[in-house]
Each structure stands twice: as C-alpha cells, then as structure tokens.
Nanobody, 110 residues
Framework: VQLVESGGGLVQPGGSLRLSCAAS?????MGWYRQAPGKQRELVARITSIGSTNYADSVKGRFTISRDNAKNTVYLQMNSLKPEDTAVYYC????????WGQGTQVTVSS
C-alpha cells in the first residue's frame, strides 16, 4: 500500500492542525509517528481496523486519530499544539509492520 500524508504546516502554540494519510488501498490498522530533529521516531497514535485507539502520553487529550474507511484515509487532529510537537509526522500502515508515508512537517512556533 502507498501512503500520502498531508496537512502539515506552521502553526502558533495553542493552535490546531489536521493531518491526513491517504492510502492507495484498504487499510486495517495504522499508526502516526513523529520524528523531531536529533530524536528517535516515536509512535504518537494508532488505530485498529475496528476503530480502537491508543495514544502516547504526551499527546493524550490533545490529539485524536480517526479513520474514514470509504476514503481509505486516517486523520490526526492535533489541538493545543506545543513547540515540542514540532516534528516530521509519518503514517505507517498496516501497523506495525507496513509501509511508511513520505512525512509532513509540523512546526509549532510563535
């Protein structure tokens, strides 16, 4: 499956962004990861084929992962963004051993 992320950009602290990951075919589980400069890639959120979700502690209550099966697309709604959320965000499907998208840059800065 091929994955294409979109929706990244520059946002002020406290702002919101919605990332999209569009797949070329049916996806089951998917994960959103992020990698900040000089840091390891980390799992931010994941969603299963039946819609069960899990989040990293650092984003709980601020980020929401969801899916639109008709569009083969998974979203990551990011609210109350902080400078430490700055990273390149990647989707991966099927989770945990599938393909990576190309990444989309999210920068949180005033």
């Amino acid at each position: 499956v091929q994955l294409v992320e979109s929706g990244g950009g520059l946002v002020q602290p406290g702002g919101s962004l919605r990332l999209s990951c569009a797949a070329s075919g049916t996806i089951l589980s998917m994960g959103w990861y992020r990698q900040a400069p000089g840091k390891q890639r980390e799992l931010v959120a994941r969603i299963t084929s039946i819609g069960s979700t899990n989040y990293a502690d650092s984003v709980k209550g601020r980020f929401t992962i969801s899916r639109d099966n008709a569009k083969n697309t998974v979203y990551l709604q990011m609210n109350s963004l902080k400078p430490e959320d700055t990273a390149v965000y990647y989707c991966k499907a099927p989770w945990p051993n599938g393909s990576w998208g190309q990444g989309t840059q999210v920068t949180v800065s005033s």
